[in-house]
């Protein structure tokens, strides 16, 4: 069964806390936690406390590998790394979320998918490498990371596929995801409007359906599929004005997520498209 959730990024900068309650309103079935400087993103305890009271339980945890986290936990991100595991373990999720390397990062980088496999073993999780995309500078292309931003190539045997920068590097998901097979366990629900050749240059992570890359058909092709990873919310809705209005985003995502991972026979989340026959034709059958 494919779980739907919702990254805390979804509300950043709000505190753990507020995401707690906005993912339990929205209709999410649990929630991925993204490490920062707020130190109850840091301790299983607090964390434990908050999924028991909202009933909402803690799917993933996404190590702190931005910028803006460089010195969350110290600067070696092999031991970022192993207290992401660590703390993934001790909240009772599955999966750790992680980026490829920098490339300034040239040590970390060489060891990087070995890390990434004793890591798992060591601590009984899944690390799902994330796609990430090209940087650009001067009109080029810039190598960013290391061994490179596309999991494709690695050997590493867990991914997470973001939709938006499958949009930024110009990668049409659906058939990234086909190319993972098995090795695609973990999802952000997002999307984006265009490539960074195309003059795009920021991540956008719009709501699902907003913009160009193939969201609803890569859904629906898991759910097919029988894939049981997690769906999980990675949407920007910094731009609502209101509380109000950034539950109606995520309840918006909710409703996608669930439409696109229905399986034809579940009656509690038809898609649109049915409900609106339905409407037309009440008395039908089947």
């Known amino acids: 069964m494919i779980r739907i959730g919702m990254s805390t990024t979804c509300v950043y900068p709000l505190e753990p806390e507020h995401a707690f309650r906005l993912a339990k309103e929205a209709g999410f079935d649990g929630i991925e936690i993204m490490v920062t400087q707020e130190v109850t993103t840091q301790q299983a305890d607090g964390l434990v406390e ?42 009772g999720a599955d999966t750790v979320v992680v980026h490829p390397p920098f490339r300034w990062q040239a040590s970390y980088a060489l060891e990087f998918l070995s890390i990434v496999r004793d890591l798992s073993a060591e601590h009984g999780v899944e690390i799902a490498v994330e796609n990430m995309f090209p940087w650009r500078a001067a009109g080029r292309n810039m190598k960013a990371y290391m061994p490179g931003w596309d999991p494709r190539d690695m050997d590493c045997d867990a991914v997470t596929l973001d939709f938006s920068h499958a ?3 110009g990668v049409n998901s659906l058939q990234y995801a086909e190319d993972l097979g098995d090795r695609l366990r973990h999802v952000h629900l997002c999307d984006g409007s265009g490539a960074i050749g195309e003059g795009q240059i920021f991540d956008e992570h719009l709501l699902p359906g907003y913009g160009r890359e193939p969201v609803a058909e890569t859904l629906r092709m898991l759910t097919d599929r029988g894939w049981d990873g997690s769906v999980v919310a990675e949407i920007n809705t910094r731009k609502a004005k209101s509380e109000g209005e950034r539950l109606d985003m995520l309840r918006e995502t909710v409703a996608f997520a669930r439409d696109h991972t229905a399986t034809i026979d579940s009656p509690a989340h038809e898609s649109p498209l049915r409900r609106a026959i339905d409407a037309i034709l009440p008395g039908r059958q089947g």
Request: charged share 20%.
């Open 50 to 91: 908050m999924a028991e009271r909202w009933d909402l339980p803690i799917l993933s945890i996404h190590a702190p590998v931005l910028l803006l986290t460089h010195f969350v936990w110290g600067r070696d991100p092999r031991v970022k790394l192993a207290r992401t595991a660590e703390l993934t373990k001790a909240v």
């Open 167 to 169: 949009a930024l590097s």
